[in-house]
């Protein structure tokens, strides 16, 4: 599945909810955490805004369908919920670094899993991403962050591919990548973006 067709997955998973009858199916959400070693680490930590020379974390809040996703794991409100308009809860991701003694980044804990989504399973590669990005990519918003440094000179209009797509491996068989990818505000009738992380584990494999 191209990174394209994981945001189309989260734009349109209160629409096809977990199937429908074209055979299109949302992914699974799952709670796992990945970790990324060495150079690999210290170049992705900044790509999330965190100093490669310093301990630290970020939180990022999980874009409306990866969220509803999570609600349909957990089911963990005190009445069972039918839609995300009906108030699911907020989710959050937290990517925390630490320089040594050996660079490591961890990435948690929610996952969409994309072996389980429909057509084109993707086995072995998971994926959480954000909600709606104002096109100016303009504010304090830790997205943003991400946002800016894959398109450090925002266009006026986004355009239907993905900006920049950078991915970084480290020696235990873990690979993450970034992509910027356009996304269009319904209710205010505006165009912007979305951030998709995406992680491919084969350490297991080895």
């Known amino acids: 599945m191209s990174c394209v067709a994981q945001l189309l997955f989260v734009l349109a998973a209160t629409v096809l909810g977990s199937s429908s009858a074209a055979g299109a199916r949302f992914p699974d959400a799952v709670e796992r955490t990945f970790t990324l070693h060495g150079d690999a680490a210290r ?4 790509w999330f805004g965190l100093d490669p020379a ?26 069972r919920l039918w839609n995300d308009n009906d108030g699911s809860p907020p989710r959050i991701d937290t990517i925390s670094y630490r320089p040594t003694p050996s660079p490591e980044l961890t990435l948690g804990t929610f996952w969409l899993d994309l072996g389980t989504g429909l057509p084109n399973a993707r086995p072995g590669s998971y994926s959480f991403a954000s909600g709606f990005l104002p096109a100016t990519l303009a504010g304090d918003d830790p997205w943003l962050v991400v946002a800016r440094h894959l398109r450090p000179e925002p266009a006026s209009h986004p355009t239907s591919d993905p900006q920049m797509r950078p991915c970084v491996a480290d020696d235990h068989g873990v690979e993450l990548c970034l992509a910027l990818q356009p996304m269009h505000d319904y209710a205010a009738d505006r165009d912007g973006h979305a951030v998709v992380v995406t992680i491919r584990d084969q350490s297991r494999k080895r």
Do not use: N
């Open 54 to 79: 310093r301990e630290g974390a970020v939180s990022l809040r999980l874009g409306r369908g990866d969220a509803w996703a999570v609600y349909l794991l957990k089911l963990d409100t005190p009445e």
């Open 43 to 46: 170049t992705a930590a900044a």
